[in-house]
């Protein structure tokens, strides 16, 4: 059964989601978190493409950490041990969202004594999908969301300072960079007003294709320094007035080189919005 969060996550972006949070994560957890073991947690679902996906790419990423494998229930009996640090994929819901949706996260929590899951130490998360939606629509890019939650923390580690400031804004710096770079659009991620190249370059001036998840996955695999790939986390018709992530990754460096999200309505569906676009492309 996979751990739920009722309170906002500890994304990364600290002031916009973390404020509600007992304990946000500070300068001594992420050092706690270098000395620790990380234990990486399988679904439930011994099938699912999360398990498949994430033995493979911590065997051949994660170098920050020793780390092994468990059950569900060995994370419950070992969740309270600070030596562990746990790397999982959690179901998020957000208080102040009236639509009470629920989204995967995966998210990399330290270990704490005496404290339910809600409550441990959030050194990183990265919404990966709505809760409905099919875990082969994200699992083709967890190479790419492993290495950013790596870097992530050595940042957190190195520039402490960050961890109370805006992230968001020191992430969405890169989108200068964009100019430099191919951006990769899946075309089941677009809504029907920016479903092709001519009509997203209205907005968008710099390099971009509509692709296949397979040639995303094969810009990932060969770490393309020149290409993004965007990662858009939406209700794909499970509900209709709920949060669209999207998300701008470097598939060489794994760097976030966007990120927002809105409040899916009529007016703004489940995809790019022209002000995003025009955000990306900002000269």
Partial sequence: MKRTFGLLVGLFLMSTVMN?????????????F???????VMDPNPM??????IKAVMKNVWNVTEFEFITDQEFEEKKSDPSYSFLVSTVVT???????????????????????????PDLCSIPLSYLRVEDDSYAYKMDAFVRFIQDHVNL?????????????????????SLKNKTLLLVKEDLPKTL????????????????????????????????????????????????RCYKILIGAGDSKFYYFDYHMVSKKKPDGLLQSDLKKMGSR
């Fill in 20 to 32: 509600a949070r007992e304990h946000l994560p500070t300068k001594e957890d992420y050092d706690a």
């Fill in 34 to 40: 270098l000395k620790s073991k990380t234990l990486v």
């Fill in 48 to 53: 699912s493409d999360f398990n498949f996906k």
């Fill in 94 to 120: 957000f208080d102040a969202d009236k639509t009470k949706a629920r989204y995967n996260f995966l998210s990399l929590l330290l270990g704490e004594a005496d404290k339910d899951v809600r409550d441990l």
């Fill in 156 to 176: 957190m580690h190195k520039q402490p300072e960050l961890i109370k400031a805006n992230v968001f804004k020191h992430y969405n710096k890169n989108t200068q």
């Fill in 195 to 242: 479903n092709t190249q001519q009509k997203i370059q209205r907005y968008y001036p710099y390099d971009l294709k509509i692709v296949s998840q397979e040639e995303v996955m094969e810009a990932i695999e060969r770490k393309d320094p020149n290409v993004v790939f965007m990662h858009k986390v939406g209700p794909e018709g499970t509900k209709y007035h709920a």
